[in-house]
Structure formats: structure tokens, C-alpha cells
């Protein structure tokens, strides 16, 4: 019986903290951006001096007195890192300009030794050297974090002032020099000067004169700055608006009130932002409602005419209030918000909406976020109150389900344990993070509260824990699984890279025991180039036996410590040239298919090598090693091997080819040990070519070609010569052998258009036949046969090989006979005969006659003046004729007799057949027909019959069958069945009903493995989110194999 539940930390199960955040960010943003960029009139900060500062002398601006340094230790340099930096320079001062950081959060920072740094979106650097003193200046505006003595502030803007004797160090991605000051250094300028500051009497201290001289600059009073914001104001529909204007004597100072009825729309935003080096626009706020008030500072309304339409230019510092009511409907990018009464104050950072509901745009899945409350109500800038408020992700009037809570409070915390840190200062490095507290939460399916929460706690933004992905399930061979997954790199504190993902693996499987590991994928770029590759580090603690399947069902580890260690790398270098690398270790024959199944049947090998590699033009060049560090593999170790590859070099002027592929090396050829559980069936005679052999292994092939066209064919000759040694072989001794192979190939391509060919009733519009007829004569001499060769390199994955060594004695009784030897098929195939393969040992004496036959029928389809080609018949034929047939086809003169067929019906369902034939005894005859249909939008279905037959050994006829249908909206169904008719019993089957919602698919299933004596009921919920599509269901519906089962 197996259960199964899955769980995965998404934005959905965070939706409830991150509610009143992201609507009064939405309802506020532009506002709020303006209001930010306010610049407070006192905000130059006098570090261990309780008097306000003393004004700076600016020369046909003003006069000022000296305002104290913030340090104490000029002999530390002033250092900074922006992502863009502009320079502009006049008279004895330097003004640089730092707009945004290549750090995550995105700052200019500034720093002088480890007790002052000044991070901020943008910074204005003014330096002046006077006696050999750099006094710098620095303003900061917008994110400003400001920390001294290891006391921070965040704020809108900052002034300060240090001294550095060696001078500053300035480092920015991008670096421009100006010949004219910038917005931000004007507004920087005036910054510094007293006019723009309310005068201060000083006391306490008394400071000397500053030499500090800014540059003069005239300014121009009608140039727009950023600190700006405009309201357009215009009907909604095309009915007239009803306007009035007065000033508010009730208030003081006084205000101007412009009431506005019968649909408004008002559209906020604000002029050139200066970000990160460059202007840009913030967006534009668009306001709906069926009447708007709002409250502004006198004579505002000027440029508005009669009707109340129009366009206000005000400074962010101006005041600016309005109330909507009725049908409330803000705007934002692909964001919106609706809601019956609104109020909101830009200048001090308060809001207020009345029943209202947010639907947010989620770019990571395509789907719509949306949050409901009574009243949202933000209190300050960082401070947010909604009640009665619910969220969700369905796009439905009444959810099926949601997250709700009475109280959300929103307010400013402490840092989690894996926030990022300034490695600098050790702080936040995005400022102090929101929390959000809820009270009295639950998560309700319809009307019925399934989980309640009386208080909640977290944080409102990303609170960066490091979980992600965490798995429930049950079955009889691993028992009760708790597996999870954790990020490594928020776990260790560090910042994330750029191409690289490390997790750590925590399970626990109650039926065999706890396991830990590592694993990781990267691809960067360092210094060399190109790095990438992956790597598995798995311990497993084991105190059960392995479940492999039939006659395996009871096998004993040889260790209760298991595991793997696999690491794959490549390095790419300059002029074509890369390094690799792989390290594979597993602690016994077992782990991998018991623990890692799919793994071990579709991955490639564990192994242990390195090497490097040279391309150039045609030739190629490798020198490389491996050891194999598993005892248990019948493997080649290489220590080491040179491979020199060169392909179709022209000979006298293009009338010929040259090939050619040479290696040398030293190998020792392992047979593995056998299993240290008797019960597990093995045997060696299963690979009958394997044994212990060593020494050198080399070899130099060569090939000419001379193709010519002949008519319209092309005739290819060809001749190709082998020497190649052996220090030992199968009979222990050394073999030198050559060979000589030559023939030739013609190849005929033909078409013909057959265009007045239609039918309705098979939906054909003129036919196109397209066929290639392929010809190989090859005879090959060798002086030495293939028996006494030992097979040094692979012609199996080890998946493979573990088969071949049990089959040898559950289907032969414990010798493979010829017909069966995969080096006598390989042979049969040529496998060992072009030029760089990498099996050369499979060549011996041979001469056939090899023929292939493609086609390819096609017409077109689709409305008049948009067809399109679509293939309606695609066959393949191909047979061999062996001259000597008792020596190289076992008495028979044909055979490799194949065909493949598949006739396209419609776009949606085709018609399948394949199949393989030899004619001797114990031959193969292996064949298989079927239908499939295929619905992008509904489905897919295949039900197919397949033989195999091998004369006395195996005889089994099976049917399979699956689909995938999606019944509803709501409901897909899924099931297969492979069902042996030989033997009359099923070899295994499931049936699967998924209930698709909007972010999340149920599963319920049924499912029989006859091989391990299983039979399990699955329960799985796995989150899902985006609008319904065929992308996104097709891993449901099937669609996403590649031509069928």
C-alpha cells in the first residue's frame, strides 16, 4: 500500500503575510515614490555634537561655518562601488555621481574603514584637496543607510562630511565623464547651499571658517526636476464632468478643494527618476472613481479650465490628498484595485480603502493574485493594519479557497537568521524587514475552515528560509518518507550566484533509515571560460534489504552505510580546448537501482576520469585517464589514453577524402566481483568477452573516400586500413592485427509531384513522394579474429551489463549461446567499422551487401493561400545480404531484415508499426503495431500489441495501453496497463483521477507492480499555478512524449 503527499514552499502558502504590503504598495506607488524623494530641511547629522550644524560657505550662493568631519582617522582612504558612476569637474573640486550597486540590494555604497558606511540609490561625491587633505562632502538620497559605530538609520536622504589623506577610491561597471552638472548634482548643490535651509543659531560649539567651495552654476527655474509629480484629470465616460473649486479657509494654512463628480478619471505620475545612471519614467497611477475630492495647496487649480479638466504640475513637497468614492478602480502596470471609498495622504504616508480588492499579476506563473479586505489602512510609511481580509489565486467571484484572517498588522522587525548581511557593516542589507502578525487566520475550502491559526507570525517579505521542496509518501519497500530539500547557500549565510544551485537532502524512510547529501548543478563563467557541470553526495543509513524485483526481491547490502559520490565537470579554454572531469563512487553493486532507479536505468555511468581536449579545423586531439573505483563493474581503466581524430580532409583538390582515427594506450580490463549475496543471480560467462587483461592497447585506422555523382546518383569508394596491438588478449597473449576493409556506396534521391491527387475523405490536397535508396557493398580481411580479443571498451552501460550477466543464467542456463552475443549482432551490424568507433575491436573477417530504402509521402493541408506540409505516409525498409552466410549470418543468407511505418491519418491520431527479423534458428522477431491519438487540448491515447520471440528462449506477446483524457475543466484522467497474453497475467497497471484546480492538482491513485509485489493507493497534492493552457497540463494529458509511449 503506498500514500504519497507533496509539499513545496510557494508564493501561494506565503500569499496571507504579504497581503496588506503589496495593495498599499500598489494603491501608493507613485505618490510614495515622489513623497520619498522629499529632502528634509535639517538632516546633516553632527556625530557627538548636540548642536545643530553650522551652515557651509558657498561662494556667490552663500556663507557658511565649518560643520565637523565624521571620522577621526583620515589616514583610512575613502573607498566606493556603484554600478555607475559620472564625473564632472570645475575649478578644485570634483563632483562624481553613484547611481546603484552590482550587489543584490541594488545600492551605491561608501565606506571609510569599518565604522562608517553610507549606502543609498544614489550618492554625490564632492571632493576638494586642501593642504594635502581630501575633505569630501556626500549627499545620499532615496534608500538611504546610514551607519556609524555600529548605529544605522534608514532614511530619505543625508548629508555628511569626512576627511581622507590618501586619496578616494571610486569603482563603478559603468564610468562616463560630463561636461555639465546633472539633475542629481544641481539638486545635490543645492543641497549644500542656505538659501533652500531654514537658518539655525548655533550654540554649544563654534566651528572655523570652511574653505569648501562649491562650483557656481546657473540654474533654470522652469526646468522640470524630479521632485515633481503630475495629475491629469479627465471624464471617464464621454459625459461632462461636475467640477467645483474653493479654497478652505477652515484650514490653516489654507487649501485648496476641488470636488469632481459624475466619473473621474485621474492619472498621477511623475517626471524623469534618475536611476541607476539613467532617466527614467516611474509608470502612471491611473485613478478611477464616480467622484473624487481632492485637497492641494492654494492656486493649484490654475491650469485646470471651467470643466475641471486638465493637467497640475506640482513639487512632491506640495500638499496632496484626495478621497475617491464609488466604483473605485486604480490601475498599475497589469495590476489593479477596486474598492467602494479610498482617502489617501501623500505627504505623510496614511491610507485608507473601504471593501477592497487587489488583483496583482504573478510573472513568475502567469496566474492573478488577489487580496480582499474590508479596510486596508496604512498608518505610516512602513506600517500597515487590513481587517477582515482574505486572499487567494482563484479567479472566481467566490473561491473555492482562501487564506483569511481578521487582523494583518504589517510593521517593521527583526532580521531572520538567513537574511542577507552587508558584509561590511553586518546588517540587513535591504534595511530593517517588514513582519507581518495575523490573528485569528484560517485556510477555508468552500465555507469550511480546514486549519486555524489563532496568531501567525513572519515576515512580509521574502523571509529567505532556506526550504524548498519537502516530500510525504508511503510504500511497502521504503515504508513512511520524509524527504526535503534545502537550500545550501541560504543555509551557510552566503549570496546566491549567478548559474548555480546547491541543495541539501534530509530523508528519513522508516523502513530503512535516515540519509543526508549534497547535490548541485552549475554553469558559470570564470576567468578561463565556460565552467559547468553537476555533483550527488548521498549518505544513506540502511537496515533493511533491497526490493529489486522478481528473484531479487530479498538482497542483502553489503554495508549499512551506503551512498554515492558523483561529481561531472568541463572547463572550456581559449583556441577550442576544454578540461573534463568526473568523479563516480558508489558503496555497492545495489545502491543506485535500489535508491536511485530512474537514475540508474536512464543516466550515464559512474565514472573516474579526466582528461583534455583540443579542437581544430578537422582535427581533434584528446589525452585523458580513468580508474574505475567501484570493484564490483567490469570496467577499463585507462591510465592514460591519447586520441587523435581527423575527419574528411580534401585530397587533390576534392576528388578524394581522408579519415583517420588513432589511439594509444595503457588499459587494464577488469571483470568485476561478483555479488556478496548468493541469492542475487550473476554469473561471468554473461559476458563472455570480459576477463582480467592488461597492457598496451593501441591502434591507427585510416579511411579514403572519392565520391563522384554518377547521373543522379552518387557513387561513393571507399577504402579503409586498421593496424592495431593488444598486450594481452583472451588467451593471455599479445595481438598485433591488421585490417583491410573496401567497397562501395551509391545513394539515389528522388521526389515526384503528384499535385491533381486530392481526396476529401482522407483529406489530401496533391501528394508529394520523397524517397532515398541507400547501397553498401563492404568486404573486410583482418588478420586476426574477434574471438581472441578481449572487449576493452564498453559496449554497455553497466544497467545493461548487470541484465546480460543474470540472463546468462535465468534464460540460458548459464551459457550465452552465438545468437545472442551482443559483439556477433554489433558485428552483423558493422558497429565496429566507421572509422571513429569506439568499439574497434568488433571487425573480422566479413562481406555483405547492406540495403535501406526511406520514404516519405506529404500534402498539404490547412485553408487556401495558408497551407501548410504535413506528412501523411513515413516508411523504412531495410535488409542485408550476407555472400557467406555460415560465417557471418549463421547459415542464413539474409538478414537484419527491419521496416518501421507510420501513417499520420490526421493531425491527431496515427497509425504505428515497427519490427526486426532474422531468418536462422533462435533468431529475433521482434514487432510491434499500434494507434495513436493525440489532442493538444484534451489528451492523448495509445493501445498497442508487441511480440518478441526468440526460438526456445523467449516467447512473449504483450498488450499495452494508456491514456490520458481530460474529462472537464476539473477532472484528467490517467492509466496504463501492460498485460503479457503468452502468459495470461498483467505485468503491472495504474489508474490515476486528478482534480485540476487553479494552483493546486489533487491526485488520487491506484497502482500494481507484479515485478516487486506491489500494490499501492496514492494520495498526492502538488501545487500548481498559471491560467489553465495545453502547456501547462500537457505533463497531465501526456503530450509531452516524444511520438508516443
Known amino acids: 500500500m503506498s500514500f504519497q503527499c507533496v509539499f513545496r514552499m510557494t508564493f501561494a502558502q506565503r500569499a496571507l503575510i504579504s497581503t496588506v504590503a503589496v495593495a498599499t504598495c500598489l494603491w501608493t506607488a507613485v505618490p510614495m515614490a515622489c ?116 548605529h544605522r538609520r534608514n532614511m530619505a536622504s543625508h548629508l555628511i562630511r569626512i576627511q581622507s589623506l590618501p586619496p578616494l577610491e571610486l569603482k563603478a561597471t559603468i564610468t562616463d565623464a560630463v561636461d555639465h552638472p546633472d539633475p542629481l548634482m544641481r539638486r545635490a548643490m543645492e543641497r549644500l547651499t542656505p538659501s533652500n535651509r531654514t537658518a539655525v543659531a548655533p550654540v554649544a560649539f563654534q566651528a572655523n571658517p570652511d574653505p569648501f567651495t562649491l562650483p557656481q552654476q546657473n540654474f533654470s527655474t522652469n526646468q522640470p526636476t524630479p521632485l515633481s509629480r503630475r495629475i491629469q484629470i479627465r471624464p471617464r465616460s464621454s459625459q461632462p464632468l461636475g467640477f467645483s473649486s474653493e479654497i478652505s479657509k477652515d484650514t490653516e494654512p489654507r487649501e485648496q478643494v476641488l470636488t469632481f463628480t459624475g466619473g473621474v478619471n485621474v492619472l498621477v505620475e511623475g517626471f524623469e527618476m534618475d536611476t541607476a545612471g539613467r532617466m527614467l519614467q516611474p509608470g502612471v497611477l491611473d485613478l478611477s472613481a464616480d467622484r473624487v475630492v481632492i485637497w492641494t495647496d492654494p492656486n493649484d487649480s490654475d491650469s485646470l479650465d471651467p470643466t475641471g479638466t486638465g493637467t497640475l504640475v506640482q513639487s512632491a513637497m506640495n500638499k496632496f490628498q484626495v478621497y475617491l468614492e464609488g466604483n473605485i478602480l486604480v490601475r498599475q502596470g497589469q495590476n489593479t484595485v477596486t474598492a467602494t471609498h479610498a482617502f489617501y495622504d501623500a505627504n505623510n504616508d496614511r491610507a485608507l480603502l473601504m471593501n477592497a480588492e487587489l488583483r496583482a499579476f504573478l510573472p513568475q506563473t502567469g496566474g492573478v493574485f488577489r487580496i480582499r479586505a474590508e479596510r486596508l489602512r496604512q498608518t505610516s510609511e512602513n506600517r500597515f493594519h487590513a481587517q477582515n481580509a482574505w486572499t487567494t489565486t482563484s479567479p472566481y467571484g467566490k473561491p473555492g479557497y482562501r487564506l483569511q484572517a481578521k487582523d494583518i498588522f504589517v510593521e517593521p522587525g527583526p532580521a531572520s537568521p538567513f537574511t542577507e548581511l552587508d558584509p561590511i557593516t553586518g546588517l540587513p542589507a535591504n534595511g530593517q524587514p517588514l513582519w507581518v502578525t495575523a490573528l485569528d487566520s484560517q485556510f477555508m475550502i468552500g465555507d469550511v475552515p480546514v486549519l486555524s491559526l489563532p496568531r501567525l507570525t513572519a515576515p512580509a517579505e521574502d523571509p529567505n528560509i532556506p526550504l524548498r521542496r519537502a516530500i510525504v509518501k508511503h510504500d511497502r519497500v521504503f515504508g513512511l518518507q520524509v524527504k526535503t530539500v534545502w537550500d545550501l547557500t541560504k543555509i551557510l549565510g552566503q549570496k546566491n550566484q549567478r548559474g548555480m544551485q546547491w541543495d541539501l537532502l534530509a530523508d528519513y524512510l522508516s523502513e530503512r533509515g535516515p540519509a543526508l547529501g549534497v547535490e548541485g548543478d552549475y554553469d558559470v563563467q570564470n576567468n578561463a571560460g565556460r565552467a559547468h557541470g553537476n555533483a550527488s553526495f548521498i549518505w544513506q543509513m540502511d537496515h533493511s534489504e533491497d526490493n529489486l524485483g522478481l528473484d531479487r526481491r530479498s538482497l542483502d547490502p553489503e554495508d549499512s552505510n551506503r551512498g554515492q559520490v558523483i561529481w561531472r565537470h568541463k572547463q572550456h579554454l581559449p583556441a577550442d580546448t576544454y578540461i573534463f572531469g568526473e568523479i563516480g563512487f558508489l558503496s555497492d553493486r545495489n545502491y543506485r537501482e535500489s535508491f536511485h532507479e530512474t537514475e540508474f536505468d536512464r543516466d550515464k555511468d559512474a565514472e573516474t576520469l579526466l582528461g583534455i ?152 490536397n496533391g501528394l508529394a513522394h520523397k524517397s532515398n535508396t541507400f547501397l553498401e557493398y563492404r568486404i573486410t580481411d583482418v588478420s586476426r579474429g574477434m574471438n581472441e580479443i578481449a572487449q576493452y571498451n564498453e559496449i554497455d552501460e553497466n544497467n545493461i551489463e548487470r541484465i546480460r550477466a543474470r540472463n546468462a543464467l535465468q534464460s540460458f542456463g548459464g551459457i550465452v549461446p552465438a545468437e545472442f552475443n551482443p559483439r556477433n549482432y554489433a558485428l552483423r551490424n558493422g558497429a565496429g567499422l566507421w572509422i571513429s568507433s569506439p568499439i574497434h575491436e568488433i571487425v573480422d573477417d566479413q562481406e555483405m551487401l547492406r540495403l535501406r530504402w526511406r520514404n516519405r509521402i506529404q500534402t498539404k493541408v490547412g485553408p487556401i493561400g495558408q497551407e501548410r506540409i504535413r506528412d501523411v505516409f513515413v516508411w523504412e525498409t531495410g535488409a542485408t545480404w550476407f555472400p557467406n552466410a555460415d ?159
Open 887 to 1045: 560465417r557471418d549470418n549463421f547459415g542464413e543468407d539474409f538478414g537484419m531484415i527491419y521496416g518501421n511505418y507510420r501513417w499520420n491519418v490526421n493531425d491527431r491520431t496515427s497509425l504505428l508499426a515497427d519490427g526486426i527479423i532474422d531468418l536462422f534458428d533462435n533468431s529475433q522477431d521482434v514487432w510491434s503495431v499500434g494507434v495513436l491519438s493525440q489532442r493538444s487540448t484534451r489528451g492523448s491515447m495509445y493501445l498497442g500489441f508487441r511480440q518478441v520471440e526468440a526460438t526456445n528462449y523467449v516467447d512473449s506477446q504483450t498488450l499495452v495501453a494508456s491514456y490520458s483524457y481530460q474529462m472537464s475543466p476539473k477532472w484528467i484522467s490517467t492509466a496504463s496497463l501492460s498485460y503479457d497474453v503468452a502468459e495470461s497475467e498483467s505485468r503491472g497497471s495504474s489508474l490515476t483521477f486528478s482534480r485540476v484546480g487553479l494552483d493546486w492538482v489533487l491526485h488520487m491513485g491506484f497502482g500494481v507492480d507484479i515485478s516487486k509485489d506491489n500494490v499501492g493507493v496514492a494520495f498526492a497534492l502538488e501545487p500548481r499555478f498559471g491560467p489553465p493552457s495545453p502547456t501547462n497540463l500537457s505533463y497531465l494529458l501526456g503530450l509531452d512524449r516524444a511520438g508516443g509511449p
Open 35 to 150: 513623497a520619498q524623494n522629499d529632502v528634509p530641511v535639517n538632516e546633516i547629522r553632527d556625530v557627538g555634537i548636540q548642536s545643530p550644524p553650522n551652515e557651509f560657505i558657498t561662494d556667490g550662493i552663500g556663507q557658511a561655518d565649518e560643520a565637523p568631519p565624521e571620522n577621526n582617522d583620515i589616514q583610512v582612504p575613502v573607498r566606493a562601488v556603484a554600478a555607475h558612476m559620472a564625473t564632472w569637474r570645475q575649478g578644485e573640486t570634483t563632483i562624481t555621481t553613484l547611481r546603484g550597486g552590482n550587489n543584490k540590494s541594488g545600492l551605491a555604497t561608501l565606506w571609510q574603514g569599518e565604522h562608517l558606511r553610507l549606502a543609498a540609490q544614489r550618492l554625490v561625491v564632492f571632493d576638494r584637496v586642501d593642504n594635502g587633505v581630501h575633505d569630501v562632502r556626500v549627499y545620499a538620497e532615496e534608500r538611504v543607510q546610514y551607519e556609524i559605530n555600529r
Open 613 to 764: 581536449r583540443r579542437d581544430s579545423g578537422l582535427w581533434s586531439g584528446m589525452f585523458w585517464g580513468k580508474t574505475e573505483l567501484n570493484d564490483f563493474e567490469a570496467s577499463t581503466d585507462w591510465l592514460p589514453r591519447a586520441d587523435l581524430y581527423g575527419f574528411s580532409q580534401p585530397l587533390f583538390n576534392g576528388l578524394a577524402y581522408y579519415s583517420t582515427h588513432s589511439s594509444a594506450g595503457y588499459a587494464d580490463l577488469q571483470m568485476g566481483e561478483a555479488p556478496t549475496d548468493p541469492t542475487d543471480p550473476y554469473t561471468p560467462l554473461g559476458l563472455p568477452y570480459v576477463q582480467d587483461a592488461s597492457g598496451l592497447v593501441a591502434k591507427s585506422r585510416h579511411q579514403i573516400d572519392a565520391p563522384f555523382n554518377l547521373g543522379p546518383v552518387t557513387i561513393n569508394p571507399f577504402v579503409m586500413g586498421e593496424a592495431a596491438f593488444w598486450n594481452q588478449g583472451l588467451q593471455d597473449s599479445d595481438i598485433d592485427r591488421y585490417v583491410l576493409s573496401g567497397g562501395v556506396q551509391a545513394n539515389l534521391s528522388a521526389t515526384k509531384i503528384m499535385p491533381f491527387f486530392r481526396s476529401d475523405l482522407w483529406n489530401l
